[in-house]
């Protein structure tokens, strides 16, 4: 892999554009029922969710961790693969875990709001474990530590979009 030294990256322009959504979320009333993935999408229709999720959080500190591991990792992965293929693979691979995500809710039962980019971010670290086997490890315990950690102390994590999103890239490196 290639260091990555580009300003004006997609990856870039993809967290520009997630800053933007969050706080358009944050200033419209019901933003994050909105834009999160959650029942109101079989209810009332609202199929937009499956993509504007992606672009949601559920505070300023979920987006921050979120949009600094895309940076790293979205910026080294399109260096990687291209452009096309990192749109494809991050906003595709987010809608297809937004899917995965929106059958577990479904199963669950439960109202369960989802917000966030790390099922699409997680796709991209799955693509990338696949494709760098001396990394695999690594990222592997990252997932784990990401989906199963915080709610050890408590915090609500959409851990099962964290490994959908995981299965889906690395699916997704045999294909792309």
């Not at 944050?26 to 209810?43: A, E, K, P, V």
């Not at 009332?44 to 500190?61: K, N, P, R």
């Not at 695999?136 to 964290?162: D, E, Q, T």
Request: aromatic share 18%; charged share 5%; proline share 2%.
């Amino acid at each position: 892999m290639t260091k990555h030294t580009e300003l004006f990256t997609l990856t870039n322009f993809i967290i520009f554009i997630t800053v933007i959504c969050y706080f358009l979320q944050t200033n419209i009333m019901y933003g994050d029922i909105l834009f999160g993935l959650n029942h109101y999408f079989f209810t009332d229709q609202l199929y937009y969710q499956i993509v504007s999720t992606i672009f949601a959080h559920g505070g300023l500190e979920h987006l921050a961790m979120n949009m600094i591991v895309l940076w790293q990792m979205g910026n080294l992965l399109e260096t990687y693969i291209g452009k096309l293929r990192f749109f494809l693979l991050y906003i595709v691979g987010g809608v297809l875990t937004s899917i995965g995500t929106l059958l577990y809710i479904g199963l669950s039962g439960e109202f369960i709001n989802v917000v966030g980019a790390s099922g699409a971010i997680s796709v991209i670290m799955g693509y990338y474990a696949l494709k760098v086997p001396s990394e695999r490890k690594g990222i592997f315990v990252w997932i784990i530590l990401i989906s199963f950690v915080p709610i050890a102390f408590g915090m609500p994590v959409a851990w099962y979009a964290h490994l959908i999103g995981f299965v889906v890239g690395l699916v997704a490196g045999f294909i792309i």
